[in-house]
Nanobody
């Protein structure tokens, strides 16, 4: 089992920045990739960014050039969000995918990001 705890959400004005953190505990040796999804009210959950154990990254087109995902070990992942827009408002969920899995294996509880115009 893996437990994920997010932090760093909040309220920011458009154009501002926030940094989300996600700390993993438990069987972290089993984690291949980590990343972030988000879900806005009335919308489906969407993938924001992913980083693999090898350091490869992937971003949604809507956040490319503004968001940066990083990982300092198998336990912590970060999402630096710059030039935030009101449409970035959502609950952001950290996830972890274990080796051999094709979809997220574990989820954090979510952290609210609100961008005011």
């Amino acid at each position: 089992q893996v437990q994920l705890v997010e932090s760093g959400g909040g309220l920011v004005q458009a154009g501002g920045s926030l940094r989300l953190s996600c700390a993993a505990s438990g069987s972290t040796f089993s984690i291949n990739a980590m990343g972030w999804y988000r879900q806005a009210p009335g919308k489906q959950r969407e993938l924001v960014a992913t980083i693999t154990s090898g350091g490869g990254t992937n971003y949604a087109d809507s956040v490319k050039g503004r968001f940066t995902i990083s990982r300092d070990n198998a336990k912590n992942v970060y999402l630096q969000m710059n030039s935030l827009k009101p449409e970035d408002t959502a609950v952001y969920y950290c996830y972890a995918r274990i080796y051999g899995a094709l979809s997220p294996s574990y989820w954090g509880q979510g952290t609210q990001v609100t961008v005011s115009s």
